[in-house]
Every structure is written in structure tokens, then in C-alpha cells.
């Protein structure tokens, strides 16, 4: 069956550093891989998506992350981190095949970030 | 405007009441979803449909039911709610093709007393 961990409940890194938060899925062949980030108030909103290629896929506000099928990991990295990054960070895995006939996502637990000045 | 409009966007009530959740959309898509969060368990998927007359249960859809009124409109209802509902909900839409993502709502935070 499908599952993503994200091992990491909270982080908290000083504004200017660099971040990097795990994904890890289980799935057995290559998946789709999605991550969305939720501020507070807010919905999910796409960060960037892995479909094919290029493994190393770039996103919106800075964020890129790194398909490793060796490890199973879709880990999401930005160089400098900006105080409007805190937010909640979801990783999401989608099937190739519709299961039950739709395009099922699974989603991790979540990564909060906290950003201190 | 959101392309993703969720009413109401709080909510408190009591045990037993009936409660509907509403999401309408301008993306023209045919795949809805509405899933539930709760603190450290992600967003777990509650009903979803591909079209006005094609609907689906998630992983979680006991206590819970829906009606799609229009291929832009998706409700959610709770017949009964009880506290254990209270989460915050979120209403999501897709494109029909395999590998898009999902585009959510703002949510609506539910309490129940």
C-alpha cells in the first residue's frame, strides 16, 4: 500500500539559513510526488510536482525538491529561508494507475516550520 | 475570487445537529474531493466524485454523506455530527488526468460541542 512519512513534526530554522525537509513514500513503482504548502487560515497550495525526467524539479517561491528512487525520498530544499516560509509542509503521493478509479493522493502527517528573525 | 470557495469558513454547533459543508469552483473541473485534517494525521479523504452522476466513498466517510448538485458544486453533509467530526475540512478539485494535483479550498473550521 501507498504511504509517506515525513519524519520531521517541527523544524524551526533562523531566517537566511538554508532548509530541508523529508519525504519519504512507499510505493510500489514510480509515483507522482507533490508538495503543498498550508499557511495559517489558508488551504493547500501546490509548491512543486515530479512527474518524470528531470529529478531535480523546481518550484514556486524558491523551493526545489529531489526525486531519489534509490531512496525513496522527495526531500524539499530552499537555499534561504524567508520568515513568510513558516507554514506547514505536505508531502503527497499520487498514484500512476487510478485506484478505486480516481487518482488517489496520499498525503504525510506534515512538517510545521517555525522561521526565527 | 477563489477558484475554490468554501462556505462557511467557521463553524461552531452542537452534538446532533445537522450540519452542511459547501464548495463550489470556477476551475471547470470534473473531480472533487473533500478530505478532513486533524493535527499530525494529515488530510484523509472523506468522499470524492468525478461528476455530477459518479460519487465515491474515501477511507473515511462513516457519519458523513454528500451531493454533487452541479459539476461545480460539491456539499458535505453531517447527519448527526458528534464531537469526534470536529476538524477543519477541506474541499479539493482536479482535472480528470492521472498525475495532476489537487486544488484546495481555504477550508472550514468545524466544532462541535
Redesign the interface.
Known sequence: AQS?TQPD?HITVSEGASLELRCNYSYGATP?L?W?VQSP??????LL?Y?SGDTLVQGIKGFEAEFKRSQSSFNLRKPSVHWSDAAEY?CAV?????S??????I????TRLAVHP | DADVTQTPRNRITKTGKRIMLECSQTKGHDRMYWYRQDPGLGLRLIYYSFDVKDINKGEISDGYSVSRQAQAKFSLSLESAIPNQTALYFCATSEATVGQPQHFGDGTRLSIL
Open positions: 509517506v513534526i507522482y507533490f503543498y487560515g489558508q488551504g493547500l497550495q501546490l510536482k512527474f505536505f499520487g498514484s500512476r494507475m487510478f478505486g478509479g480516481y487518482n488517489k493522493l498525503f504525510g502527517a506534515g
